[in-house]
């Protein structure tokens, strides 16, 4: 997350999240905790932050094609279970990342990583490393 430049992390649910694993990110990135996805949604309302999911669900839009939010939180599901119902419903919207191989699934870093770069193609300065 800090490779994009985000202002913040959010963990939703009771479980912490493996501060060791995570190489000290919460040394220099901004670490939200909210109890329950309820809590998640009126954080999200009271910043005016909408709620853009990512996840391969029926509902799902295509990444590729889609207008991104400057101010928005991405929202990912759980490994292997991907997002509850609960976590879909406080979406503003559903994206998923196309896939062109028999897997139908990635991890959720891999997700994380081609959404905040979809992200950043659209709102942060490019063009520092020379053209290919």
């Given at each position: 997350?800090?490779?994009?430049?985000?202002?913040?992390?959010?963990?939703?649910?009771?479980?912490?999240?493996?501060?060791?694993?995570?190489?000290?990110?919460?040394?220099?990135?901004?670490?939200?905790?909210?109890?329950?996805?309820?809590d998640f949604?009126?954080?999200?309302?009271?910043?005016?932050?909408?709620?853009?999911?990512?996840?391969?669900?029926?509902?799902?839009?295509?990444?590729?094609?889609?207008?991104?939010?400057?101010?928005?939180?991405?929202?990912?599901?759980?490994?292997?279970?991907?997002?509850?119902?609960?976590?879909?419903?406080?979406?503003?919207?559903?994206?998923?990342?196309q896939q062109?191989?028999?897997?139908?699934?990635?991890?959720?870093?891999?997700?994380?990583?081609?959404?905040?770069?979809?992200?950043?193609?659209?709102?942060?300065?490019?063009?520092?490393?020379?053209?290919?």
């Open positions: 997350a800090n490779a994009f430049n985000v202002s913040s992390v959010h963990i939703v649910g009771k479980r912490d999240w493996n501060r060791r694993g995570a190489m000290v990110t919460d040394k220099y990135l901004n670490i939200i905790h909210h109890p329950t996805i309820a949604k009126t954080w999200s309302d009271e910043n005016n932050c909408p709620i853009i999911g990512i996840d391969n669900v029926s509902v799902s839009k295509q990444l590729e094609s889609a207008k991104l939010p400057k101010n928005c939180i991405l929202f990912f599901g759980q490994e292997g279970a991907g997002m509850s119902d609960e976590a879909i419903e406080v979406c503003t919207e559903v994206l998923a990342i062109y191989g028999s897997t139908r699934s990635m991890n959720a870093s891999a997700a994380g990583a081609i959404a905040m770069y979809a992200w950043g193609m659209q709102h942060l300065q490019t063009g520092k490393l020379p053209d290919a």
